[in-house]
């Protein structure tokens, strides 16, 4: 199984602030993809493919990365962002996810 | 609209089983696969398997396939996943997630998550 390795557990940045997550894979994967789950709430498709934002996303938000390593990208922090960020492995099955970043407000 | 429903909160006996659905809406049904996911309280997230509607196949992580089993009716549009001998272990929320076909996992829409308690 692919085992995704999520830095940090958990951050705190202040609005306007620049925030980069970082997600690390067992093994090379082909693409990544995130969610961002909000407390009570379902997680959503945030970018896919790597790189691709999900419908309704904010360009504030991007992503990067290959091989075993991805990033997902705030250029400038707002407090809508607050949630709980997971990445998930696209091409290996068992699909496995990240235990996840909680990015708070400071 | 693109909306998966899924049943109410369930409450289990220790050793019984319990089936929660999930109904699509707003798409055609058997044109993605249908994934499952678990949460445990204050946890991450756990794929459980996936199955392809229209031909009734399915794959499923190694740790659930015995307690988990997939199945979808085309004529309701509603996939269902059973859990079998309930311990304290699979007090979790469940999801479903739609994925379309060769979209390498991209889980695009997910039901509101229904809860499971295991409880004597």
């Known amino acids: 199984d692919i085992v995704l390795t999520q830095s940090p557990t958990t951050m705190a940045a202040s609005p306007g602030e620049k925030v980069t997550l970082t997600c690390r894979a067992s093994?090379?994967?082909?693409?990544m993809n995130w969610y961002q789950q909000k407390p009570g709430a379902s997680p959503k498709l945030w970018i896919y493919?790597?790189?691709k934002l999900a419908s309704g996303v904010p360009n504030r938000f991007s992503g990067s990365g290959s091989g075993t390593s991805y990033s997902l990208i705030i250029s400038s922090m707002e407090t809508e962002d607050i949630a709980t960020y997971y990445c998930?492995?696209?091409?290996?099955?068992?699909?496995?996810f990240g235990s996840g970043t909680k990015l708070e407000i400071k | 609209e693109v909306q998966l429903q899924q049943s109410g909160p369930e409450v289990g006996r220790p050793g019984s089983s319990v089936k929660i659905s999930c109904k699509a809406s707003?798409?055609?049904?058997?044109?993605?696969?249908m994934n499952w996911v678990k949460q445990s309280p204050g946890q991450g997230l756990e794929w459980i398997g996936w199955?392809?509607?229209?031909?009734?196949?399915?794959d499923y992580a190694e740790k659930f396939k015995k307690k988990a089993t997939l199945t979808a009716d085309t004529s309701s549009s509603t996939a269902y996943i059973q859990l079998s001998s309930l311990t304290s272990e699979d007090t979790a929320t469940y999801f479903c997630?739609?994925?379309?076909?060769?979209?390498?996992?991209?889980?695009?829409?997910w039901g509101q998550g229904a809860s499971v308690t295991v409880s004597s």
């Open positions: 997630a739609r994925v379309p076909y060769g979209s390498h996992g991209v889980m695009d829409a």
């Open positions: 493919g790597t790189s």
């Open positions: 998930q492995q696209c091409c290996s099955t068992p699909l496995t």
């Open positions: 093994s090379s994967v082909s693409y």
């Open positions: 199955i392809d509607p229209e031909y009734g196949s399915t």
């Open positions: 707003g798409y055609t049904f058997t044109d993605y696969v």
